[in-house]
């Protein structure tokens, strides 16, 4: 993903056509001629002039257009240009928010309720499809690692997480090893890798050679497990939205989507790895690495209390959405849902 700073620079005129190219886009569906945006923007230049821009913007990577039309349509690096520099504030009007924090503060105290009315709530208000993850413990941390020789080239991995909770691997190892070593290797990496998430042990092992490095991987492959078994538990909603919009009218790629969203396991894969307080998580086409979602934006916001119960509202939909909106309902709905789980952990 570009960070800002490595995105092109552009002087007003190209940003005001870049932001008009994208508005038009995201409210017609159809390609954008230069003829348009000067009648429509009452532009004070000749439509000559703006073909000319827009291919400068096209040279740039920012637009491009189909072979059957004239018109431009932007590129996922036109999209991210747009949301780091051209988007506006992004919010939800204050009847909506209002509206919205009413409906859930008459909601029912319990978590499946909150969870199903983010998600419907997202779908209403983006016209896009919702998913929402429970509130969990944040991610998996070490407490106690033993590592148990079978035989010469076995052993069995104990890994004991700060919750409380127990996992074990029977590990065919490449390299010979003795109890000895094994046991030391326990008490050192137990030392070194206590109270870290499976990020952690990858980083803090990366160095690590032979049968120490097969025992450090399956530690963290042990986390990482149990953090997926957490968040099966998925809501959605509003799928029917994306699969009206006239990208998907092809019936090979709606069935890939709908496949995709509707396999509770790998939605897991949507979710972003690692996300702070009030931050947004765009990943826009190209961007993420799902391929039957490689024409769609996820937008991603987390909730929760500081690093524990954590769950995560998003959105997926067409990469021309309308991301202000978007950003604004998921971080908006984000806050709620965080709200309801201080009153849940009594915080």
């Not at 080239?153 to 390299?175: D, I, N, Y």
């Not at 909106?325 to 998921?330: D, K, N, S, Y």
Request: charged residues 25%.
């Amino acid at each position: 993903m570009p960070q800002k700073d490595q995105l092109p620079p552009l002087g007003d005129r190209p940003r005001d056509l870049l932001r008009a190219v994208i508005r038009e886009y995201i409210a017609t569906a159809q390609p954008v001629a230069s003829a348009a945006l000067v009648r429509r923007y009452r532009l004070d230049v000749s439509s000559a002039t703006v073909r000319s821009e827009l291919a400068a913007l096209e040279d740039m990577g920012l637009l491009t257009h189909p072979h059957t039309s004239a018109g431009r349509v932007p590129t996922d690096l036109g999209y991210r240009y747009f949301i780091e520099s051209l988007m506006p504030r992004p919010s939800l009007l204050p009847d909506e928010q209002v509206m919205v924090s009413h409906q859930f503060q008459q909601a029912l105290s319990n978590t499946s309720e909150w969870l199903r009315l983010a998600a419907s709530t997202l779908a209403r208000l983006t016209t896009e499809a919702a998913i929402v993850t429970p509130p969990a413990p944040g991610h998996a941390t070490l407490r106690h690692l033993e590592a148990i020789r079978i035989s010469e080239r076995r052993a069995l991995v104990v890994v004991v997480f700060e919750s409380g909770a127990v996992a074990q691997q029977l590990l065919e190892l490449k390299t010979a090893t003795t109890p000895d070593h094994l046991r030391s290797l326990s008490a050192r990496l137990t030392e070194a890798l206590a109270t870290r998430d499976a990020a952690g042990v990858r980083a803090a092992t990366a160095r690590e050679t032979g049968a120490d490095a097969e025992v450090a991987a399956a530690i963290a492959r042990a986390l990482e497990e149990h953090d997926a078994t957490r968040t099966h538990d998925i809501y959605t909603d509003g799928i029917q939205n994306i699969l009206a919009q006239p990208e998907f009218a092809a019936g090979g790629r709606m069935r890939d989507m709908l496949r995709l969203l509707e396999d509770r396991t790998r939605l897991v894969d949507l979710l972003p790895p690692t996300l702070g307080d009030d931050e947004v998580h765009v990943a826009i086409g190209s961007e993420h690495r799902l391929e039957p979602l490689r024409g769609c934006s996820l937008v991603f916001g987390r909730y929760g209390t500081g690093t524990e119960y954590l769950g995560y509202v998003g959105v997926v939909g067409p990469t021309r959405m309308d991301y202000a909106r978007t950003i604004g309902a998921v971080r908006y709905v984000g806050s709620l849902m965080s709200d309801l789980v201080r009153v849940m952990e009594g915080h």
